[in-house]
C-alpha cells in the first residue's frame, strides 16, 4: 500500500493550504528541500478557506510536514521511527543545520494535528482513526518458563538462567515504572505498545492495580518501544513512545488522572531509566548497536553528550535485584 504524506503549510502571504501525495517527502535535509516542497504544494494543494476546500479524507497519513513561512516553525513526524531518543537527537540536529537557522523545529508528537493552527485552525484532517482495542486487564507479559518468584523483603526477583531471561523468552512492547511513597520503584513489563490510550483507558486505577503485582526485571533498551514512570510521591505521570499523541488523547488522558502532572518524558528509555534514579549503562545499547539500528554518527554523538548531561532523579530511590536461581527453587 505504501506511505502517504500530508503537508500543512502557512504562505508567506498568509494563507494556508494542505495537500497529500502518495509517499511525498518529509525528510526536509536543506533549504533546496523546503523550496521544493512550498511549490509543491501551492501547486497541486487545497487553499484553505477559499470555498473549495473539501478537507483530506478518507486517507491515513503515517508521515507529514507542517511549514509556516509567516513564523519561521518546521513540524514533520515520520512512520516506524527506530526509537524515541533517535526522535529527540534528530530534532536537534536538524535544528542545527544551517539551513534551518531561526527557524522554530520540533518533532510533531501530536501528529497531523499539531499542525491545525497552520491551516487556520480549520478542521482539513477529517478522517476518523480508531484507537486500539484494549484489554480491561493490564496486559503484563508472559511469566512462564523464567519468573521464579518475588522477595519483597530481600528485594529481589528470582529468574531462571539469566538476568535478561525475560527479554529473551518473552519479551516486552513496554515498561512501567512505579515510583512509591517509601522511594522504591517496581518496574513491570506489558504486551502492547499503545501506552497512553492505556493510560487513558484504566486512568488512576493502575496505581491500585500495578503494585497487587510481582515486579519484573527492567528490560535492556531496544527491546521496548514505549514506557511510563508513574511517580505517586510527585503525581506526576510520564510517558514516550513513538505513536503520535494527539492533542486529544493528550487531554482524554489527563482527565482520567486529575490532580496529576501528565506529560512526554524526553530521550527515550535513556530518560526512563533516569527518571527512575538509574544509571546503569548495562542496559543500554552501545554504539556499535545504534550504528546497527540505523543510528548515524552525529546523531550518536548528540544522545552521548544527552547521557552526559541528563540529570538522574536525586531521591535514592530503591530497585530490586535480579537473582540467578538455576534450580528453580
Keep these: 500500500m505504501g506511505c502517504w504524506t500530508v503537508y500543512a503549510l502557512r504562505a508567506e502571504d498568509g494563507t494556508s493550504w494542505v495537500h497529500g501525495e502518495k509517499w511525498g517527502m518529509w525528510d526536509l535535509t536543506d533549504a533546496t528541500d523546503r523550496v521544493r516542497l512550498v511549490e509543491t504544494v501551492l501547486r497541486g494543494g487545497t487553499r484553505v478557506g ?8 478518507g486517507i491515513r497519513f503515517c508521515r507529514g510536514v507542517g511549514l509556516d513561512l509567516v513564523a519561521r516553525r518546521y513540524r514533520y513526524y515520520s512512520c516506524d521511527p527506530p526509537d524515541v531518543h533517535y526522535l529527540d537527537c534528530d530534532v536537534r540536529r536538524r535544528a542545527m543545520a544551517p539551513d534551518w537557522d531561526g527557524w522554530d523545529v520540533e518533532y510533531a508528537w501530536g501528529g497531523r494535528e499539531d499542525f491545525a493552527d497552520m491551516v487556520a485552525g480549520k478542521p482539513v484532517f477529517t478522517e476518523v482513526e480508531t484507537g486500539p482495542a ?9 511469566r512462564e518458563d523464567w519468573f521464579v518468584g518475588w522477595d ?6 528470582l529468574v531462571l538462567h539469566s538476568e535478561i531471561i525475560a527479554d529473551l523468552v518473552a519479551p516486552a512492547e513496554a515498561v512501567v515504572s512505579l515510583i512509591r ?15 497512553v490510550p492505556w493510560l487513558a483507558w484504566h486512568g488512576e486505577s493502575l496505581t ?3 503494585p497487587a503485582h510481582a515486579p519484573y526485571p527492567m528490560p535492556m533498551e531496544g527491546t521496548v ?3 511510563v514512570v508513574i511517580d505517586l510521591p510527585a503525581r506526576r505521570l510520564r510517558y514516550w513512545t513513538t505513536k503520535p499523541v494527539p492533542p486529544r488523547l493528550a487531554a482524554r488522558t489527563a482527565a482520567t ?3 496529576w502532572r501528565v506529560e512526554r518524558l524526553p530521550f527515550g528509555f535513556v530518560g526512563h531509566l533516569a527518571a527512575t534514579g538509574r544509571d546503569d549503562p548495562d542496559l543500554l545499547l552501545t554504539d556499535t548497536e545504534l550504528r546497527d539500528a540505523r543510528w548515524d554518527e552525529d546523531l550518536i554523538a548528540i544522545r552521548n553528550t544527552d547521557r552526559r548531561v541528563l540529570r538522574v532523579d536525586p531521591r535514592n530511590l530503591r530497585t530490586p535485584r535480579v537473582e540467578v536461581v538455576e534450580d528453580g527453587e
Design 50 to 57: 477559499d470555498g473549495h476546500d473539501r478537507g483530506l479524507g
Design 225 to 227: 518501544e514505549a514506557g
Design 181 to 195: 511513597s517509601d522511594r522504591t520503584v517496581l518496574d513491570h513489563q506489558l504486551a502492547i505498545r499503545e501506552v
Design 134 to 142: 484494549l484489554p480491561d486487564a493490564v496486559p503484563f507479559t508472559s
Design 152 to 157: 519483597p523483603v530481600e528485594w529481589r526477583i
Design 208 to 210: 491500585e492495580t500495578l
Design 257 to 259: 488522572w486529575p490532580g
